[in-house]
């Protein structure tokens, strides 16, 4: 099994802030991970397929890169509805795993 | 635009079954895509169950695949899980989800989620 490891475990910025958030595989899933967002009660929502492409209707402040082993998702300004865990997912092989998440926090 | 609503059973005695059922509307069952169940125990991330596809293959998650079985309802537009000798740790929310295509393709549509019990 890949197991995807997401780092740091809490972010706490401003409004306008940069967040960066990381993932790592413990093996390489080419291109295979997804990025999702979820709130207090809600569902995942997709963010980020293909490492680096926005699902549909996602704001351009949403960004993914990376490669194999090491992927980031970017948030370049961040807005008060921001604030949710962040899971990384990778579709390379089965069984399909998540990482940890990684909670952001609006100051 | 595709709605999955998950139904079932909320409190579950251990050793029981925990069933699932995932009615899906603004689509067909039987599109060539790939329906999933995930969980999620209360304050812990994401666990992919499995998966399902047009012609009834299925995919198992090894932690659970001794206790799982996945069928499709063509005729109700629905899929469901059947998860036998529950335990404590099965407690979650059960999500049912599409795929974009297939498995090897995110997630793309999610239910609702349904929180599921297990007690005596």
């Known amino acids: 099994e890949i197991v995807l490891t997401q780092s740091p475990g809490t972010l706490s910025l401003s409004p306008g802030d940069r967040a960066t958030l990381s993932c790592r595989a413990t093996?390489?899933?080419?291109?295979?991970l997804a990025w999702y967002q979820q709130k207090p009660g809600q569902a995942p929502r997709l963010l980020i397929y293909?490492?680096?492409a926005r699902a549909t209707g996602i704001p351009d402040r949403f960004s993914g890169s990376g490669s194999r082993t090491d992927f980031t998702l970017t948030i370049s300004r961040l807005e008060p509805e921001d604030a949710a865990v962040y899971y990384c997912q990778q579709y390379d092989r089965t069984p399909l795993t998540f990482g940890g998440g990684t909670k952001v926090e609006i100051k | 635009q595709v709605q999955l609503q998950e139904s079932g059973p909320r409190l579950v005695k251990p050793s029981g079954t925990l069933s699932l059922t995932c009615a899906i509307s603004g689509a067909s069952i039987s599109s060539d895509k790939w329906w999933s169940w995930v969980r999620q125990a209360p304050g812990k991330g994401l666990e992919w169950l499995g998966e399902i596809n047009l012609g009834g293959t299925t995919n198992y998650n090894p932690s659970v695949v001794r206790r799982l079985t996945m069928y499709r309802e063509d005729s109700k537009n629905q899929f469901s899980l059947e998860l036998t000798s529950v335990i404590a740790a099965d407690t979650a929310v059960y999500y049912c989800a599409r795929h974009v295509v297939d498995s090897a393709t995110p997630i793309e549509d999610w239910g609702q989620g349904t929180l599921v019990t297990v007690s005596s």
């Open positions: 093996q390489s899933v080419s291109w295979y």
């Open positions: 293909d490492t680096s």
